[in-house]
């Protein structure tokens, strides 16, 4: 149950005066909410200093004032293509007031000559006089109202104006209820001059005085209290993971080493690092919850391999589950070709498996004499039984829900964990993202891997490369080219389905074509086309950026690739370089770039680096879309930016742990703050359940 102190916050969004039936869509839209506190929660972005200035002179252009003067002269326009100007003084200098096709009755009532007006809003300069155009606000003093004089600036939505918007968010502000017990440490506060709770949000909404300092404080102060609820919930998921008992699986160093010695190449120093992360983990009796991050091509199935080794001769199985079953075959095919000839037996269980293959898979699974199987969301269907089940291994973890995974998780007694990701994010910011997981990083690609060599070629010279990939087609290559989407009507043919065919036509080949919508049947049968050489062109939307690995393929072409984003080129650029042939990725781009397209497609053509580059796509983009928008696995921020109070979080983690690891020894004040604080930033959690 919710603490009845926080009712009033969780009400709905149209409790707020002023938000009835037709607005109450258009602003659950622009708060991504439905209760007063999701209104409370969207900040502004910025804010206006609209303090009055003494006399126009003081007026500074290409800034905003807020001015008081006579209306000495009011010129209505001769039609509608000229303006009409509204003169103002203030005894020594004017300022014009413009407006294009206004009301000549609203402009006559609204500026009587010789009577006083307050105006506020940009000012410019145009042919050596000053002049604002429509200004924000026009007052008349008698009324005894004022501009504010600092005016929140908020994200709008269609529909909604800044003024709405602010005007709904005071009324949702009324509505807090009494300032709550502080959950923060006083030292804290103390040291960093934070305001309340209530305090900080109402200098956020309702400022009383333009003061930037002031306004970082109030935001750090509110970014703290998010990510201190947060990492209440991830040291509590810890302290529950503590407490379960999970197998103590032994390290394995004889069968490991035999692994090795068989490679044809010595693991990185990145993997070594990463499988001791690891064996570590498995040698403990709780479980394991770990995430395996590497760059395309680093080499995460074999360190998942090792694991697996591990596990097996510790006598417990391991799932492998992969979000494809292209990516679920090619996981059972490098498993199988790793372990089979050391004496692990290795599986597959996907849902193309069907009859007596499907029968003997699910016994051997649950006699036990399975000891790996690589498969999909068919892992977790109930007619799937393990007998001894100590790891699940999940790849591309972001393509799967938590509920996928604890499905999975719940066919074992408290299995291990491991989480393997493809999407490098920045270092600085890996251990902050991933909340509770404990974090290894493979940042080193395996010994004997070719460089790729990354061009920008404007699209004018595309006959140019439809002619080269002709020629690599003719010497046994395989070529991938991405286009930005299915279908349309642009000249230019840039969609998959008409690239597709005017490829097949210009090459005179058949040729493999792969994009969302098509049936999962006919995707993976497509993408099987591609990987065994029958088709040796594949065409295909941004769906194929991870899980297709074919060394064959040697040539990415991306179309349009200045509308990409800089990790996702990246990833597509990982499809290919996977063999001991040169390869090739072609940035085909439409003229003229925007510098920040031009950034991207320089970083790409300068490094193969997954965290650089994760690092110049989080400069260039920011925490939303690096980070969460647009990952599902990510931890989303509503309040605290990033990576700019990055810091808040350590102290909070540091904070968190405490609390929990002495709940019993806190005061009950501390306990119950912390309560409340948890059910208004991290729902979830609840403090000393």
Same mark, same amino acid.
């Given at each position: ?474 010497? %046994? +290559? #395989?070529?991938?080219? /991405?286009?930005?989407? @299915?279908?349309?009507?642009?000249? &230019?043919?840039?969609? $998959? ?35 065994? %050489? +029958? #088709?040796?062109?594949? /065409?295909?939307?941004? @769906?194929?950026?991870?899980?297709? &690995?074919?060394?064959? $393929? ?136």
């Amino acid at each position: 149950m919710r603490d009845e102190r926080l009712f009033p916050l969780f009400r709905p969004i149209n409790a707020i005066t002023g938000i009835g039936p037709k607005l109450k869509p258009l602003f659950e839209h622009l708060v991504g909410g439905e209760t007063v506190w999701d209104m409370l929660l969207h900040l502004p972005e910025r804010w206006l200093d609209r303090r009055p200035v003494a006399k126009f002179s003081d007026a500074i252009t290409d800034e905003l004032a807020t001015i008081r003067g006579i209306v000495s002269q009011v010129k209505l326009p001769f039609n509608d293509r000229s303006p009409a100007q509204v003169e103002l003084t203030d005894g020594e200098d004017r300022i014009k007031l413009v407006y294009f096709r206004a009301d000549k009755k609203w402009l006559q009532n609204q500026f009587p000559v010789d009577q006083e007006r307050i105006v506020s809003g940009r000012v410019e300069a145009f042919r050596g006089e000053r002049q604002i155009t429509h200004p924000d606000y026009v007052i008349d003093p008698k009324s005894g109202q004022t501009p504010p004089l600092v005016e929140p600036v908020y994200r709008l939505t269609a529909g909604l104006t800044n003024k709405r918007v602010h005007a709904a968010i005071l009324a949702a502000h009324d509505m807090i209820p009494d300032a709550p017990p502080e959950w923060i440490d006083q030292n804290l506060i103390t040291g960093r001059d934070w305001p309340s709770f209530k305090t900080a949000l109402a200098m956020m909404h309702k400022p009383q005085a333009y003061d930037e300092a002031a306004f970082r404080r109030a935001s750090d102060r509110l970014a703290y209290d998010e990510a201190l609820a947060r990492e209440l919930s991830f040291a509590r998921a810890r302290a529950s993971r503590m407490s379960e008992h999970a197998a103590q699986i032994p390290p394995a160093p004889e069968a490991l080493n035999t692994l090795v010695k068989a490679l044809p190449y010595r693991p990185t120093q990145a993997q070594i690092r990463a499988t001791k992360d690891i064996t570590g983990d498995l040698d403990q009796s709780h479980p394991m919850h770990r995430m395996l991050q590497g760059d395309v091509g680093s080499g995460k199935t074999l360190v998942g391999a090792f694991a697996a080794v591990q596990v097996a001769t510790g006598g417990y199985q391991t799932a492998f589950m992969a979000p494809t079953e292209v990516l679920a075959r090619q996981q059972h095919e490098t498993l199988d070709q790793l372990l089979t000839p050391h004496g692990f037996n290795v599986a597959a269980l996907t849902g193309r498996d069907k009859g007596k293959k499907r029968e003997g898979t699910l016994l051997g699974l649950s006699d036990g004499s399975i000891d790996i199987v690589a498969g999909t969301h068919a892992l977790f269907q109930e007619q799937v039984k393990f007998r001894k089940l100590g790891l699940v291994i999940v790849d591309e973890q972001h393509r799967f829900g938590v509920a996928d995974r604890l499905r999975l998780r719940g066919k074992g007694k408290a299995p291990h964990m491991l989480v393997m990701s493809a999407t490098p994010i920045p270092r600085t910011l890996a251990q902050t993202i991933h909340g509770d997981l404990n974090v290894s990083i493979l940042d080193e690609k395996p010994v004997g891997r070719l460089p790729i060599d990354t061009r920008a070629i404007p699209a004018e010279r595309i006959d140019k490369v439809i002619t080269a990939i002709g020629r690599a087609l003719k010497r %046994g +290559e #395989r070529a991938f080219w /991405v286009c930005p989407r @299915v279908d349309s009507d642009e000249a &230019d043919g840039s969609s $998959a389905v008409s690239r597709a065919a005017s490829l097949a036509k210009q090459l005179d080949i058949e040729v493999a074509i792969v994009y969302g919508r098509l049936k999962a049947d006919e995707k993976d049968q497509a993408l099987e086309q591609f990987r065994t %050489g +029958e #088709r040796k062109l594949l /065409v295909a939307t941004t @769906v194929i950026e991870v899980g297709v &690995d074919v060394p064959e $393929a040697t040539i990415m072409v991306i179309e349009r690739a200045e509308g990409f984003g800089l990790a996702q080129l990246h990833q597509l650029r990982g499809r290919v370089g996977r063999g001991n042939k040169e390869s090739f990725c072609l940035l085909l781009y439409r003229s003229p770039l925007t510098e920040t397209a031009r950034e991207r497609l320089d970083t790409l053509r300068k490094t193969e680096d997954g965290f650089e580059i994760a690092e110049a796509d989080f400069r260039l983009r920011g925490s939303g879309d690096v980070l969460g928008r647009r990952q599902s696995g990510a931890v989303d921020y509503r309040i605290l930016e990033l990576p700019e109070q990055a810091d808040l979080i350590d102290i909070a983690r540091k904070d968190a742990e405490y609390a929990i690891q002495t709940s019993s020894d806190i005061t009950a004040e501390r306990a119950d703050a912390l309560a409340l604080l948890s059910q208004l930033l991290s729902p979830d959690f609840r403090f000393g359940d």
